[in-house]
């Protein structure tokens, strides 16, 4: 998946129907939101904070780490970067 790390080339595209391609984002969000809480509680920071790094509001925050919106590809690799230890 795209959010993963994938690409949108035509040999990574699935055609699936509605209900199975919209399971399919219910899974992303949830995984997306634990991330969220997961990265933010290890560093310790408040959604004010935290919202900081993407440069979106503490509702953003908020939405994606409840699920109901989902954050956009920088943003996940943003999340990504900041959940990483720090290199020597």
Known sequence: PIYAGGDDSAA?????CRS???GRA???????AGD???VRDMLGETVEQFAEHFFVSTRTIEDWEQG???APKL????LRSLG???KN
């Open 20 to 22: 199975c391609n919209s």
């Open 75 to 78: 943003a996940i690799d943003r």
């Open 68 to 70: 109901r919106r989902h």
């Open 36 to 38: 969220m809480r997961r």
């Open 12 to 16: 990574n595209l699935r055609a699936a």
């Open 84 to 86: 990483e230890p720090p």
């Open 26 to 32: 219910l899974a992303h969000a949830d995984t997306l």
